[in-house]
């Protein structure tokens, strides 16, 4: 009886596992009872014996007569091959790879980098050393790999120490020595990629360089995408544009490199500005990525068949301006930005990404175009009319607080000098805020309104502190002019001096009459504001207290306390307004919202009309004063009379009736 197939398998003999075939230099393969040999690449089958491989002369085939280029000479090796070449070719240790010209110049110590970039020198010696070995007649090389990846780490080291050594900041300042260094290590990568044997290369130093290459060998040019990708960017392209369609070597390969600290070194000017600008005004141009660099093996990239795609993820911006765009760029030879063969894709871009396409390699960026905020026709308009609104009330308020007698006392002479104070600041500010020119006039107006704000928050301060002494303290509620005066106008002065003895610089910005918001000197007007508004605040809480419990005790001098209420509310919503102000006046200068300046200017035009509503219009003795005033102002000229100016002794005793009758209040 024949025997079914399970019998057969179940005795079947694995020869290859037990090892008793006599295949060599083949892998064995088990069949059914018998086994199989498939020779090893650089083998084909013995005529005599098929499991038998002998060696395969790859050099003495008609199809690889150019196995090696025309100046490499093949060697035939037990299963495989080398190329033997001449003086000034190599075939990057490759077995496999044609003879291919090999350029040492450009790595050239006496045509070195600038002094300030010397350890640059180091990495020149070090690749030139490398490369002339390359380019010797070689042995057969042994079985040593990764030769390449320890060259290119010793590479990025050593970048690492040139940038870290640059001022001590790791940047290159001079445009020259950023065009070197990209052009050394960019030359460098070219001479490193053929010499890696894995197909897929990332390394990252701890500073600056981030790397990822790729390669691919064979007989035939490599085909298909190619996507590389390092933090902050990534290149989208192909292998036959990485290749190119010259004589292929044997090998191709494509790499991304990315610029940790190289942003403030690259950070020049566009070439092309003049073509950015808008309305006249040429914008603040700003590094807003990492500089990459891509190196491929297609000797001809100043024009590509197709472009490539480098995708940059941007960087954090310091400031936020109204209107920005974004601009792709490459690094030129001479050592400044172009636009010239880069594109932006919008429809792939945002305010987080930027794609960017070229039609030639280099280094690349995405800049930022930084428009200043355009003060609009309605802005301007309300500036002004709103400042001469608050001007002509603030007018008003000094000749009221000045020449109404009936008014007079320690809380009107605040009052005065807080008007005096906002109407020299809004002055200032209206004729000369933005008149940056000459730099000597517009550091004087920086300093008067620095000195003219502080002084009206000063007399905030004194009124807050004037409220408190009438409700809490009681007696003596009277200060003394001078001390009012040396805390009024002495503390805004010395901080002004101070300031600008130590920031004299601080005065004046390049679109401003005011204080810089760089180095820090604005908190010499902010801190102050701040103190102030924080001892009001304590100072009406209190106020506002004391005066509930007055009320709810039925005080019989109810009058009073009515007048103190209504001073309190009205020093609280002037401090609300003010302070109000200063919270938009921050960032008014940073020029990030127009409605930011649309709030600030209204703000602003209000307080003069403020004052004067509160202080004056709401004040029934000044609304007294005022009828009386108009009323006689329109009387014969023989029987003129005023408060104001009062000489006739009917209207002295009216006027001293009035006066007696709010003694007290006159006190507040």
């Known amino acids: 009886m024949g025997l079914g197939k399970k019998e057969l398998l179940a005795l079947d003999i694995d020869e ?45 085939e008609a199809e690889n007569a150019q196995l090696c280029g025309q100046r490499g000479k093949c060697k035939n090796l037990n299963g495989s091959y080398w190329c033997d070449c001449e003086e000034g070719f190599s075939n990057y240790g490759n077995n496999a790879t044609k003879c291919s010209k090999i350029d040492c110049s450009i790595f050239n110590v006496d045509q070195g980098p600038a002094s300030s970039l010397a350890g640059l020198a180091n990495v020149v010696l070090m690749m030139r050393s490398s490369c002339l070995a390359l380019s010797e007649p070689r042995l057969p090389p042994s079985e040593v790999k990764g030769e390449g990846e320890a060259l290119l780490e010793k590479l990025f080291t050593a970048v690492d120490g040139v940038l870290a050594d640059v001022g001590g900041g790791g940047t290159a300042d001079d445009p020259g020595e950023v065009s070197e260094l990209l052009a050394t290590v960019e030359n460098a990568v070219a001479l490193i990629g053929p010499q890696l044997r894995d197909n897929r290369t990332r390394l990252e130093t701890r500073q600056t360089v981030d790397a990822e290459i790729a390669v691919e060998r064979g007989q035939a040019p490599p085909t298909g995408p190619v996507h590389l990708t390092v933090e902050k960017a990534s290149l989208d392209t192909d292998w036959t544009t990485a290749a190119g369609t010259e004589s292929y070597p044997g090998f191709a390969y494509a790499a991304l490199l990315s610029y940790t600290n190289l942003s403030a070194a690259s950070n020049q000017s566009l070439e092309e500005l003049s073509s950015y600008q808008q309305d006249g005004v040429a914008p603040d141009v700003q590094l807003v990525s990492r500089v990459v660099s891509v190196v491929v093996s297609n000797p001809s990239t100043a024009n590509l068949s197709r472009p490539i795609s480098v995708t940059f993820r941007h960087l954090e911006v310091k400031k936020e301006p109204q209107r920005v765009e974004f601009i792709c760029v490459y690094w030129t030879k001479e050592g400044s930005w172009s636009t010239a063969g880069c594109t932006i894709q919008p429809k792939n871009s945002n ?162 009459c005011w204080l810089s918001l760089e180095d820090g000197l604005i908190w010499s007007f902010f801190g102050p504001v701040c103190l102030v508004i924080v001892f009001n605040v304590i100072f009406f809480v209190v106020t506002v207290w004391r005066l509930a419990q007055k009320f709810s005790s039925l005080n019989p001098d109810l009058p009073k306390l009515h007048k103190i209420k209504m001073f309190t509310v009205t020093a609280i919503a002037q401090m609300c307004i003010l302070g109000l102000m200063w919270v938009f006046g921050a960032f008014l200068f940073r020029e990030d919202n127009i409605a930011v300046a649309y709030i600030f200017t209204v703000l602003n035009s209000l307080q003069g009309a403020l004052v004067f509503v509160m202080h004056c219009l709401l004040s029934k003795q000044v609304r007294e004063e005022y009828a009386y005033f108009f009323a006689c102002s329109r009387m014969p000229q023989k029987k003129r009379h005023s408060d104001f100016s009062s000489s006739n002794p009917s209207s002295s005793q009216s006027q001293a009736s009035r006066s007696a009758q709010s003694t007290k209040e006159s006190q507040i």
């Open 16 to 60: 290859c596992r037990v090892n008793s075939h006599s295949c060599v230099n083949a892998k064995c393969s088990n069949l059914v009872g018998s086994y199989n040999c498939t020779c090893h690449d650089g083998y084909t089958p013995s005529q005599d014996n098929q499991n038998l491989c002998r060696d395969r002369d790859e050099c003495a």
């Open 351 to 512: 305010q987080t990404f930027t794609v960017c396409e070229s039609s030639h390699l280099s280094s690349f960026a995405v800049l930022m175009a930084l428009y200043p905020m355009e003060h609009t026709f309605g802005l301007l308009l309300v500036t002004k009319i709103g400042l001469a609104v608050s001007l002509l009330c603030l007018v008003l308020c000094i000749l009221t607080f000045k020449f109404c007698r009936s008014i007079q006392g320690t809380r009107t002479t605040i009052h005065l000098h807080l008007c005096i104070c906002l109407f020299m600041a809004d002055l200032f500010f209206l004729a000369g805020i933005s008149q940056t020119k000459p730099q000597g006039g517009c550091r004087f107006v920086a300093s008067m309104l620095h000195f003219f704000f502080l002084g009206v928050f000063s007399w905030m301060l004194l009124e807050g502190v004037q409220l408190y002494r009438m409700v809490v303290l009681v007696f003596n509620t009277t200060i003394r002019p001078l001390y009012l005066f040396l805390a009024g106008y002495g503390a805004p002065l010395l901080i002004v001096v101070v300031s600008a003895a130590s920031r004299p610089g601080g005065y004046g910005t390049e679109k401003h």
